[in-house]
């Protein structure tokens, strides 16, 4: 059995981190008023879909790397409109569903909340590493040289 290369230690790590701060920003989000808005409701269910997609891409992530790079980059990309709206709620809401009307009206602006801000954050960075890793041609983090398609 060979040692596992840096790209395979990153990967499943982003994927944890990237886990543990959805599962964060979605607590206490189920079975509330969220959950069944017309804007937040598809939301929150594209955030729990993205969970379930970053386990199955932390078990896949030393079995088969480029399966779970493409799961966890999936993953990744139904989380960020979540986020999205917790940082810009009335841009998203204009862009995404215009006319919208919220219960209770936001302040108008960004909201710069610490939690928001590293997800996103680590969403980008996992994003970077799978997609590194999926269009690699040649195995990551070896000096092995990328094998062309003529």
Same mark, same amino acid.
């Given at each position: 059995?060979?040692? #596992?290369?840096? /790209?395979?230690?990153?990967? =499943?790590?982003?994927? !944890?981190?990237?886990?543990?701060?959805? !599962?964060?920003?979605?607590?206490?989000?189920?079975?509330?008023?969220?959950?069944?808005?017309? $804007?937040?409701?598809?939301?929150?269910?594209?955030?729990?879909?993205?969970?379930? $997609?970053? %386990? $199955?891409?932390?078990?896949?992530?030393?079995? !088969?790397?480029?399966?779970?790079?493409? %799961?966890?980059?999936?993953?990744?990309?139904?989380?960020?409109?979540?986020?999205?709206?917790? $940082?810009? =709620?009335?841009?998203?809401? +204009?862009?995404?569903? =215009?006319?919208?009307?919220?219960?209770?009206? #936001?302040? #108008?602006?960004?909201? /710069?909340?610490? /939690?928001?801000?590293?997800?996103?954050?680590?969403?980008?960075?996992?994003?970077?590493?799978? %997609?590194?890793?999926?269009?690699?041609?040649?195995? !990551?983090?070896? +000096?092995? #040289?990328?094998?062309?398609?003529?």
């Amino acid at each position: 059995m060979k040692k #596992p290369d840096m /790209w395979q230690i990153r990967q =499943p790590f982003a994927h !944890i981190l990237c886990l543990a701060l959805v !599962i964060r920003i979605t607590w206490g989000l189920d079975g509330s008023e969220f959950s069944g808005g017309f $804007l937040t409701g598809p939301l929150l269910s594209m955030a729990d879909f993205g969970i379930v $997609l970053f %386990v $199955l891409a932390l078990v896949a992530s030393f079995l !088969i790397p480029r399966v779970s790079a493409a %799961v966890g980059l999936a993953a990744a990309l139904l989380c960020i409109p979540l986020y999205l709206f917790f $940082l810009a =709620p009335i841009p998203f809401s +204009n862009i995404f569903a =215009p006319g919208h009307e919220f219960s209770v009206q #936001p302040t #108008p602006g960004f909201h /710069w909340g610490k /939690w928001t801000v590293a997800g996103l954050l680590a969403l980008s960075l996992t994003s970077v590493l799978c %997609v590194r890793r999926v269009a690699a041609r040649g195995a !990551i983090g070896t +000096n092995q #040289p990328a094998t062309s398609v003529t």
